[in-house]
């Protein structure tokens, strides 16, 4: 009897043991600031923070020329307005309007779409829906920011998606 007591207690004590690996393994006891908890990559755009500016559903669309335009939204959580002073994808300069990229903290930029505000075609990048590009944006207090960001074909929601700008 002492000896299946003792193997009880074997088990028991292996099972918990495993348990514990098992959790430790998984990452499962990482927290709230876990690096997987925090991506910021979502199904049809990216997103980052720096700072207290945020950007919100980052992407391109490709064009037929071969160009491509920003969608997506900037906002300024804090107290002082910023200013987008240069967005390149692949080191290729965007065609931006207005000429001034400025992020205010009560108005976001918002690049394409009906309540769009604000422009960025890049030309001649020609690259194949679906791949990444890498775009750097920055802002003079905010500083460099590095996206990867994802191409998408005009098909779709993307469909009238153009370089167009109308000023509202």
């Known amino acids: 009897m002492l000896r299946m007591t003792g193997a009880r207690v074997s088990v028991r004590s292996r099972a918990i043991v495993i348990a514990m690996?098992?959790?430790?393994?998984?990452?499962?006891?990482?927290g709230p600031n876990a690096?997987?908890?925090l991506i910021g990559q979502v199904t049809d755009g990216?997103?980052?923070k720096v700072g207290d500016i945020k950007?919100?559903?980052?992407l391109l669309v490709k064009q037929g020329d071969g160009?491509?335009?920003?969608?997506?939204?900037?906002l300024n959580n804090g107290a002082n307005p910023d200013l987008i002073t240069n967005m390149t994808v692949n080191g290729i300069p965007a065609q931006v309007a207005?000429?001034?990229?400025?992020?205010?903290p009560q108005t976001p930029l918002i690049?394409?779409?009906d309540s769009a505000n604000a422009l960025a075609v890049f030309p001649g990048i020609d690259v194949k829906p679906g791949r990444h590009v890498s775009m750097e944006i920055t802002f003079r207090n905010a500083g460099v920011v590095k996206l990867q960001t994802l191409v998408r074909d005009r098909i779709g929601e993307f469909a009238n998606v153009g370089p167009t700008f109308i000023a509202n």
Do not use: D, N, W
């Open 111 to 113: 690049f394409a779409g």
């Open 67 to 74: 160009s491509a335009v920003l969608v997506g939204t900037v």
């Open 55 to 58: 950007m919100l559903h980052m």
């Open 21 to 30: 690996s098992l959790l430790l393994l998984t990452g499962c006891g990482a």
């Open 35 to 37: 690096p997987t908890r």
């Open 46 to 48: 990216v997103e980052k």
């Open 98 to 104: 207005p000429a001034a990229l400025i992020v205010t």
